[in-house]
């Protein structure tokens, strides 16, 4: 099993900046990827950005050239630094962790962290 917390959520105003952070914890030998997912209200979950162990990033087309994506693997955990906010990007954010057991694909979720982009 795998635990995620994440934590830097809050209110930005268009343009801004803010970073998430999301700590690993209890298997974290058996991840094979870490990434955000965000949902906006009455919309899906959607893939924002995605680390894997093997160093590969790939992100979302909404937010290449604004978002990055960080792993400190001494302490397990992952970032999302997030610049040139838009409106757009109010959204529950998701800190996922993906493992792969042979064919089997292991989805694990954090609680969600809150980013609401406003004047």
């Known amino acids: 099993q795998v635990q995620l917390v994440e934590s830097g959520g809050g209110l930005v105003q268009p343009g801004g900046s803010l970073r998430l952070s999301c700590a690993a914890s209890?298997?974290?030998?058996?991840?094979?990827?870490l990434g955000w997912y965000r949902q906006a209200p009455g919309k899906q979950r959607e893939l924002v950005a995605r680390?894997?162990?093997?160093?590969?990033?790939n992100y979302a087309d909404s937010v290449k050239g604004r978002f990055t994506i960080s792993r400190d693997n001494t302490k397990n955990t992952v970032y999302l630094q997030m610049n040139s906010l838009k409106p757009e990007d109010t959204a529950v954010y998701y800190c996922?962790?993906?493992?792969?057991?042979?064919?089997?694909?292991?989805?694990?979720w954090g609680q969600g962290t809150q980013v609401t982009v406003s004047s």
């Open positions: 209890g298997s974290i030998f058996s991840i094979n990827a």
């Open positions: 996922n962790a993906l493992e792969y057991r042979g064919i089997q694909v292991i989805n694990y």
């Open positions: 680390s894997t162990t093997g160093g590969r990033t």
